[in-house]
């Protein structure tokens, strides 16, 4: 692990690190030591490690709930190197969309190619950051991830038992059906109502197919990118009664 | 309005009230004067003012936000006489419940029925407790209730202007949908998976008909009477965000 920067604002400490070649972000309180639940944010699709859903998400986290935060950039975004393919499959999608097309295989061709390395990606991450002090191994770790976001976080929840807690949703992809069916821990599953990109019916099915036994759908209205503030807070709630809290914030 | 008894515990007066011939229950924080927004419940079917689910959501709203709570006996239930009518219909239902075979009619005339006597007993609740200086007349006014609550709520959520804010649910009756439609307010929506005396189909298109920009649909999985206790925790966000709170808790 390589940090490039370190910053503090708010009382929160910023650091941007590279592991191997993937780059991501840290926010942990600039008061605190010692170990601390962590949840990772998976960020939207043609988003990045520190575009603002993740920062809106993760300064809260830090404030209310002392908790050590990350983010990292997902193949082809961010600070990592173009990717031919998914640039590729991208362009193909979004041509299609404008043409009013079937977007067909190219879009679960799209997704299945990120999440080969993105999902590596996330379990070499946090091998590394439970090794930082102000971290630690034994700590719970919770993931929080909407849109492709959330079809990241379904393969990854399901892949990894370190994950204890997770917020999901914005997603409706019928070939995430077993692996949703393979994840039993708590779940914040968020959709919105009017939400063309993923549609109603099908985040139902995707919720639906969830194992947990702890599992709320938490819908309003509006389209895919209007999920409102007041969901922030919910899912503050939702890590602090599953992941506990720490000082130092 | 004739008190009837007062009794303290756990930092919350619990006054009961008779107002006409309706009887009640008030809570509001033991040691509070003054005005504070008021919050008022709707009991379940077959339950009472004091019911469980009635005063597991009152003593949070007391001691969380300071506010005043209150409860009356829908017509037939807890300390009100025998409604011959309803009790025919009561019996009715359950009897072709029982049975196995569909209840008709009788589920609606039943609803009518209640909601023909307890709308109006809930306005003229409010009218009184509003008069009262540890309650006030120009604070914001909140309604809870599911099931039964929920199919009285949305009757007297969309005809009374002073609640400005509902938590509702466990309902589907088709027949509110244009009751749903006249509310504004923001609410909160609770849908139990599971549920077969409200199947998530007819919730849904109950929410959906909701005539709210802020309304927030909660599933949970499981039946009728398995709402999750955070629910109760993100009932009180909901009202604070929305009512605000007040000392004196």
Redesign the interface.
């Known amino acids: 692990m390589h940090l490039t920067s370190e910053t503090v604002a708010d009382g929160v400490r910023e650091q941007l690190f590279m592991i191997g070649d993937v780059p991501g972000a840290l926010w942990t309180p600039a008061a605190g030591s010692g170990p601390r639940p962590l949840v990772l944010i998976g960020h939207g699709g043609g988003q990045h490690k520190k575009g603002w859903e993740v920062v809106s998400r993760a300064f809260p986290y830090v404030r209310s709930c002392g908790y050590a935060v990350a983010a990292i950039d997902a193949p082809g975004t961010g600070d990592r190197p173009e990717h031919p393919e998914i640039q590729r499959l991208v362009e193909l999608v979004d041509g299609r969309t404008a043409a009013g097309e079937p977007v067909g295989s190219a879009w679960p061709e799209l997704c299945e190619t990120v999440a080969s390395q993105l999902i590596p990606d996330w379990q070499t991450t946090l091998d590394t950051l439970q090794t930082l002090d102000y971290v630690g191994a034994d700590q719970p770790v919770g993931y929080y991830g909407l849109s492709q976001g959330g079809e990241m976080g379904i393969r990854l929840v399901a892949a990894e038992p370190r994950i204890t807690a997770a917020v999901l949703g914005l997603v409706g992809s019928e070939w995430l059906t077993e692996a949703a069916a393979r994840i039993t821990v708590p779940v914040e599953f968020v959709?919105q109502?009017d939400d063309e990109g993923a549609p109603r019916d099908s985040v139902m099915r995707l919720?639906?197919a969830l194992g947990s036994?702890?599992?709320?759908?938490?819908?309003?209205?509006g389209s895919h990118f209007r999920v409102?503030l007041?969901e922030i807070?919910?899912s503050v709630?939702f890590f602090a009664?599953h992941l506990g809290t720490a000082g130092g914030s």
């Open positions: 959709l109502w919720f639906d036994a702890e599992k709320t759908l938490h819908a309003n209205p409102p007041f807070d919910s709630r009664r």
